[in-house]
């Protein structure tokens, strides 16, 4: 059966609940249409993760690559349109803070997905999930786990990759106390459909 490769991170920072890792846990094993979502969580380092996104990819062999990421502060699921060579931010669990450093000194400067962003935000609306493209990833883990799917979705015709930022679940706003939430089953709803709207390009 074909492969989708649905990633996640775990807690960061003062986040003590990482969201996107409840998603893939819980659409781990789900078929959509002659595809099956194979989940895995990422740690929050900058080396680490981009070598168990590359592990994963081998193992799993996938023909679409979804991260998904918190954005803890924004209201809307945000599909990401484009990823920049660059890392920089505040310091990974491991504690490694790069400035201005390039995720790869050879590679191109940016990537753009080749997930159907438009779809996907016009099916989110019309299901009334509030939804909007988003150009900017960021410069910390995030970017830098679309950059990595990207290049080898460049390198591999035929698959597709990107990212989706998503805002928190009330658990972890209630813990946080300064931030928006949602809830979790609605943010797993968000991705499935996200999913299927990238499943049904992939089939056509």
Known sequence: MTKILL???????D???NPTQQIVENLNGDRIDGFEIEGRVLSVDFQQSAEQLKQYIDEVKPQIIMSLGLAGGRFK???ERIAINVKDGEADNNG????DESIDENGADAYFTNLSL???????QKEDFPAE???TAGTYLCNNIMYEGLVYAKQNEGVRAGF?????????AIQH????GWNIQDLTTCIKLCIEETVHAANN
């Open 77 to 79: 699921i945000t599909p």
């Open 96 to 99: 490694y803070a790069p400035i």
């Open 15 to 17: 986040y003590k609940i």
């Open 118 to 124: 438009r779809d996907m935000v016009n099916r989110l």
């Open 133 to 135: 493209i988003s150009n």
């Open 164 to 172: 989706i930022h998503i805002p928190a679940s009330f658990e972890l």
């Open 177 to 180: 106390g300064k931030i928006p």
């Open 7 to 13: 990633t996640g991170f775990v807690p960061f920072l």
